[in-house]
């Protein structure tokens, strides 16, 4: 077990050493597969700002509760606390039915409904801001909401919600057509690359296979060489994404400023960033098997 994970661990570092040795070469197959990533990861660091930014929208969707007329100030009172303490609301206001009516003859200029009307005939009303924007969440809690005691009636905008959320739902499917796309280049690129490294190599690679070197033996040097590039390659298009967003977030935050709001490119999180390496490590290791497996079924035909 010792011998295998020497064998292992010398492989990785000649790879390594390899591309150290051979820097211009090297250079140019990392900023292909840098720049092939990029592109998909800066798309995915503008729908994830988004995402995180929508909570915060002044125009996030809102819930209105209306109540009861005979909602008296023990109803008023338990409504209060139950929406301090769920989870999914992220603030509220109470409007009293008489600011209500007095915010009615304000606006519409009329003077003397008091006195007209014998009672007040608008509600006291809740205008909740929930934590969440998606359709299935809003939904669940808006149908909890018209739940509690003295509610008559609990609405939102429908349409908005539904756009927002398809206009969301839109970004996730470009992020993952952009993935797809570019993850297949990632194959071709690896594939193209280790190809070549074989080429330059046939002929020891035949002397091996004639003194009974192993499959598993000459594809080893070629995986970690894949592993090492595709490693470094999303270490720099992660740091790509860092430069764009420093270079292009004082526009967005001036240009936000203007609206009153605060909208920033935000980095990937440290699991986002991890995620992002296996995946990368993983395309390029096929690609390396690709043009391994081809090579070597080449030589088993001569």
Same mark, same amino acid.
């Given at each position: 077990m010792k011998y295998y994970i020497y064998l292992h661990a010398r492989s990785a570092k000649d790879a390594f050493v390899k591309i150290v040795h051979q820097p211009f070469s090297s250079l140019l197959s990392l900023a292909t597969l840098s720049l092939a990533l990029l592109l998909p990861?800066?798309? &995915?660091?503008?729908?994830?700002?988004?995402?995180? &930014? =929508?909570?915060?929208? =002044?125009?996030?969707?809102?819930?209105?509760?209306?109540?009861?007329?005979?909602?008296?100030?023990v109803a008023l009172g338990s409504v209060h606390q139950q929406l301090k303490q769920h989870r999914l609301v992220a603030r509220y206001i109470f409007i009293s039915k008489d600011q209500a009516l007095a915010e009615l003859e304000s606006h519409d200029d009329i003077s003397g409904l008091r006195d007209i009307l014998p009672d007040n005939p608008l509600p006291d009303a809740f205008v909740v801001t929930p934590t969440v924007t998606d359709l299935q969440s809003l939904s669940s809690l808006q149908k909890t909401l018209s739940n509690l005691p003295g509610v008559h009636q609990a609405q939102f905008d429908m349409r908005w919600a539904q756009r927002f959320y398809e206009l969301i739902k839109l970004g996730h499917r470009a992020v993952l057509l952009f993935a797809l796309v570019f993850g297949a280049a990632v194959v071709l690129i690896t594939y193209n690359i280790i190809y070549m490294q074989i080429l330059g190599k046939k002929e020891e690679i035949v002397v091996s296979k004639l003194i009974g070197a192993s499959d598993h033996f000459i594809r080893r040097a070629f995986f970690y060489h894949a592993c090492w590039q595709a490693l470094l390659a999303a270490l720099i298009a992660w740091l790509g994404t860092l430069w764009v967003a420093g270079a292009v977030n004082p526009v967005i935050h001036h240009f936000a400023s203007l609206y009153h709001e605060k909208i920033l490119l935000r980095p990937l999180y440290f699991d986002e960033l991890t995620l992002f390496i296996l995946l990368t490590v993983a395309l390029t290791v096929l690609g390396a098997r690709l043009a391994v497996g081809q090579h070597l079924r080449q030589l088993k035909a001569h």
């Amino acid at each position: 077990m010792k011998y295998y994970i020497y064998l292992h661990a010398r492989s990785a570092k000649d790879a390594f050493v390899k591309i150290v040795h051979q820097p211009f070469s090297s250079l140019l197959s990392l900023a292909t597969l840098s720049l092939a990533l990029l592109l998909p990861l800066m798309l &995915y660091a503008v729908v994830a700002s988004v995402q995180d &930014y =929508a909570p915060r929208m =002044a125009a996030s969707p809102q819930i209105t509760l209306f109540m009861d007329l005979s909602a008296d100030d023990v109803a008023l009172g338990s409504v209060h606390q139950q929406l301090k303490q769920h989870r999914l609301v992220a603030r509220y206001i109470f409007i009293s039915k008489d600011q209500a009516l007095a915010e009615l003859e304000s606006h519409d200029d009329i003077s003397g409904l008091r006195d007209i009307l014998p009672d007040n005939p608008l509600p006291d009303a809740f205008v909740v801001t929930p934590t969440v924007t998606d359709l299935q969440s809003l939904s669940s809690l808006q149908k909890t909401l018209s739940n509690l005691p003295g509610v008559h009636q609990a609405q939102f905008d429908m349409r908005w919600a539904q756009r927002f959320y398809e206009l969301i739902k839109l970004g996730h499917r470009a992020v993952l057509l952009f993935a797809l796309v570019f993850g297949a280049a990632v194959v071709l690129i690896t594939y193209n690359i280790i190809y070549m490294q074989i080429l330059g190599k046939k002929e020891e690679i035949v002397v091996s296979k004639l003194i009974g070197a192993s499959d598993h033996f000459i594809r080893r040097a070629f995986f970690y060489h894949a592993c090492w590039q595709a490693l470094l390659a999303a270490l720099i298009a992660w740091l790509g994404t860092l430069w764009v967003a420093g270079a292009v977030n004082p526009v967005i935050h001036h240009f936000a400023s203007l609206y009153h709001e605060k909208i920033l490119l935000r980095p990937l999180y440290f699991d986002e960033l991890t995620l992002f390496i296996l995946l990368t490590v993983a395309l390029t290791v096929l690609g390396a098997r690709l043009a391994v497996g081809q090579h070597l079924r080449q030589l088993k035909a001569h």
